[in-house]
C-alpha cells in the first residue's frame, strides 16, 4: 500500500505559487504584447532590408526584455507566514480574474490544446426560465465554443460538488498509480459527516484504490474519497487547493478560486458558470475523466467493514438515462448543492456531430435542473422541445 506523500508546508507551495502567479502576471501586459508585436515588425524589416545596427540593437533589445519576463515566473518572492487557512489560502493562492493560459481573439486558451472559451455570439439566446429555471446557465460548442443560450454565465457562482471535477482532474494528472491503495482515516470521513456532506461509506482502516476514490468523489460525490485523494497527493487539502487553483490558472479561467476539495461552503470559493463549463470540456478530453463521468453505476470490493462491497450510483445518470430527447445524448456529468449554491447540474452531450457542454446553476429543485438540462440540449442544440416529466422514464426518488 503506497504511503501518503508529505509535501512539507502548505503554505511554502502557497508562497511560491503566489509568487509565481505575481512574476507570471507582470509578463502578462499591454507593454510585453506590444514588445512580441515590435520584435516581429523588426525581424521582419530586417530581413527584407539591408538592416542598420541600430534596427539590430533594438530587435536584440525587445528579444532581451521578453526573456526576462519569462526569467521573472521563476523568482522566490519572500512573504510573511500564515496559519493554512482559507484566507492564507486566499492570500496566497488567489487566481481569481487572472489566467496563466492566454486566450487569442478567437477565444482559444493557448497553453491548452483544442479547449475554446465560451463566447457570446449574435445567435446566443437568453436562457428561457420555461426552459431552465437556474440563475445562472450556459449552454455551449466544445468545439467551436459558441454560446447557445445562457444566463448570468461570468457572475460569480458557488460551484458546490462541481468542485470535485477540478478534484478529479489534478487527481488522475498526478497519481502515480491508480491502482494504489490509500488508507482511510477518521479525519477524512467524521468532519465530513459532521458538515453532512455526502460520502461515499469508507470506514477508517479501509484500503480503496485511487481508481476507487474517483468513481466514489464523482459518481456519489463523496467528500470523504475527494480528501483521501487530496492527502494521497498532495499532503493536505489545503496543498491540493493549491494545485487546483494553479491548473484553474493554466486553463485560462476567468474567475475561479478553490479552497477545498469538496464545494463545501467558503465565502471565497467560487467560480462561474462558464468557468466550470471549460473545466467540464477539458476532463472530457481525458480518457480516465471521461469514463468517470460517464458511468452510472460502480462497484466497491468487499471487505471487512463492508462485507458485501458499496454501489456506487451517479447523481446525474440515476435521475435520467441522457437519451430522452430525440437527436440528444447525455453522456454524463456532475450535481451538486449547498444551501447557498442551491442545485447545480453540469453535463455533456452529443446532438449531431458536435458535443455541448451545459451548467445550470442555482435551479428551483433537483429535479427542475434535470428537467431544465434535458429541455434546454432538446431546445437550442436538436431544435425539439421542452420536457415534459410525465414522459419521464426514472422515478422520483
Known amino acids: 500500500m503506497k504511503k501518503i506523500k508529505d509535501h512539507g508546508s502548505s503554505l511554502r507551495l502557497l508562497q511560491t505559487f503566489k509568487s509565481r502567479n505575481r512574476a507570471a502576471r507582470s509578463c502578462r501586459t499591454a507593454k510585453e504584447r506590444e514588445y512580441r508585436r515590435a520584435g516581429k515588425r523588426l525581424k521582419s524589416s530586417f530581413f527584407e532590408r539591408t538592416g542598420t545596427a541600430m534596427t539590430a540593437f533594438i530587435l536584440v533589445f525587445s528579444i532581451l526584455m521578453l526573456t526576462g519576463c519569462r526569467i521573472l515566473s521563476g523568482v522566490q518572492?519572500?512573504?510573511?507566514?500564515?496559519?493554512?487557512?482559507?484566507?492564507?489560502?486566499?492570500?496566497?493562492?488567489?487566481?481569481?480574474?487572472?489566467?496563466?493560459?492566454?486566450?487569442?481573439?478567437?477565444?482559444?486558451?493557448?497553453?491548452?490544446?483544442?479547449?475554446?472559451?465560451?463566447?457570446?455570439?449574435?445567435?446566443?439566446?437568453?436562457?428561457?426560465?420555461?426552459?431552465?429555471?437556474?440563475?445562472?446557465?450556459?449552454?455551449?460548442?466544445?468545439?467551436?465554443?459558441?454560446?447557445?443560450?445562457?444566463?448570468?454565465?461570468?457572475?460569480?457562482?458557488?460551484?458546490?460538488?462541481l468542485t470535485k471535477v477540478m478534484t478529479l482532474i489534478v487527481t488522475v494528472e498526478n497519481a502515480d498509480d491508480l491502482d494504489d491503495r490509500v488508507e482511510m482515516t477518521y479525519d477524512m470521513i467524521a468532519p465530513m459527516m459532521a458538515e453532512q456532506?455526502?460520502?461515499a461509506g469508507f470506514e477508517p482502516g479501509d484500503t480503496p484504490t485511487v481508481r476507487d476514490l474517483l468513481y466514489a468523489m464523482i459518481l456519489a460525490s463523496g467528500a470523504d474519497a475527494a480528501l483521501a485523494a487530496a492527502e494521497y497527493i498532495a499532503g493536505s487539502e489545503t496543498a491540493f487547493a493549491a494545485m487546483m487553483n494553479k491548473k484553474a490558472a493554466e486553463l485560462g479561467l476567468h474567475d475561479t478560486y478553490f479552497t477545498n476539495v469538496t464545494g463545501l461552503h467558503s465565502d471565497i470559493h467560487h467560480s462561474t458558470a462558464s468557468d466550470m463549463a471549460v473545466i467540464l470540456a477539458y476532463a472530457i478530453q481525458n480518457d480516465i475523466c471521461r469514463e468517470v463521468l460517464s458511468t452510472e453505476t460502480y462497484m466497491l470490493a468487499a471487505n471487512e467493514s463492508n462485507p458485501d462491497g458499496i454501489e456506487l450510483h451517479s447523481t446525474l445518470l440515476s435521475r435520467m438515462y441522457g437519451d430522452e430527447m430525440p437527436g440528444v445524448l447525455i453522456h454524463g456529468g456532475k450535481t451538486g448543492y449547498t444551501d447557498q449554491s442551491g442545485n447545480c447540474v453540469e453535463s455533456f452531450a452529443d446532438v449531431g456531430e458536435d458535443t455541448y457542454i451545459l451548467v445550470l446553476a442555482k435551479a428551483g429543485t433537483n429535479w427542475n435542473a434535470i428537467?431544465?438540462?434535458?429541455?434546454?440540449?432538446?431546445?437550442?442544440?436538436?431544435?425539439?422541445?421542452?420536457?415534459?416529466?410525465?414522459?419521464?422514464?426514472?422515478?422520483e426518488g
Not at 372 to 389: N, W
Open 197 to 199: 456532506a455526502a460520502v
Open 77 to 161: 518572492v519572500d512573504t510573511p507566514d500564515s496559519d493554512a487557512s482559507d484566507t492564507a489560502l486566499h492570500d496566497y493562492g488567489d487566481i481569481s480574474g487572472e489566467s496563466s493560459g492566454d486566450t487569442d481573439k478567437d477565444g482559444v486558451i493557448s497553453s491548452v490544446p483544442f479547449l475554446v472559451y465560451p463566447f457570446r455570439t449574435e445567435q446566443t439566446e437568453e436562457m428561457s426560465e420555461d426552459i431552465a429555471d437556474a440563475e445562472y446557465s450556459v449552454l455551449y460548442n466544445v468545439s467551436t465554443g459558441e454560446i447557445e443560450a445562457a444566463r448570468n454565465e461570468n457572475d460569480a457562482i458557488f460551484p458546490a460538488s
Open 371 to 395: 428537467y431544465g438540462t434535458l429541455s434546454a440540449y432538446s431546445v437550442y442544440c436538436a431544435g425539439g422541445d421542452s420536457y415534459e416529466p410525465s414522459r419521464y422514464k426514472k422515478t
